[in-house]
């Protein structure tokens, strides 16, 4: 069982940054992917950003060149840096990590935290 704290959202004007943090209570080392999901109100869940244990790495096409995804598998921490900040980015952050193999794998998510982006 791996639980998942999120931290880092909060009031940010546009324009400005965020970091999001996820730690696991448990080792994540192994874990198949690792990243965030977000739902704005009035909206279906979107991938953000994903983290493979191959190295790849994905973004949604809406934050490419503002976000970055690190991951780190010895602290089993995830966070996501958010530069330029638009208000379309507001939404509720929800940290995730995937573990198993890649077709049989669980998903365990975090409680979420609320970024607004507003002047």
């Known amino acids: 069982q791996v639980q998942l704290v999120e931290s880092g959202g909060g009031l940010v004007q546009p324009g400005g940054s965020l970091r999001l943090s996820c730690a696991a209570s448990g080792s994540i080392f192994s874990a198949l992917a690792m990243g965030w999901y977000r739902r704005a109100p009035g909206k279906q869940r979107e991938l953000v950003a994903r983290?493979?244990?191959?190295?790849?790495?994905t973004y949604v096409d809406s934050v490419k060149g503002r976000f970055t995804i690190s991951r780190d598998n010895a602290k089993s921490t995830v966070s996501l840096q958010m530069n330029s900040l638009k208000p379309e980015d507001t939404a509720v952050y929800y940290c995730?990590?995937?573990?198993?193999?890649?077709?049989?794998?669980?998903?365990?998510w975090g409680q979420g935290t609320q970024v607004t982006v507003s002047s």
């Open positions: 983290a493979k244990r191959d190295g790849s790495i």
């Open positions: 995730f990590v995937d573990l198993g193999s890649d077709y049989h794998f669980t998903t365990y």
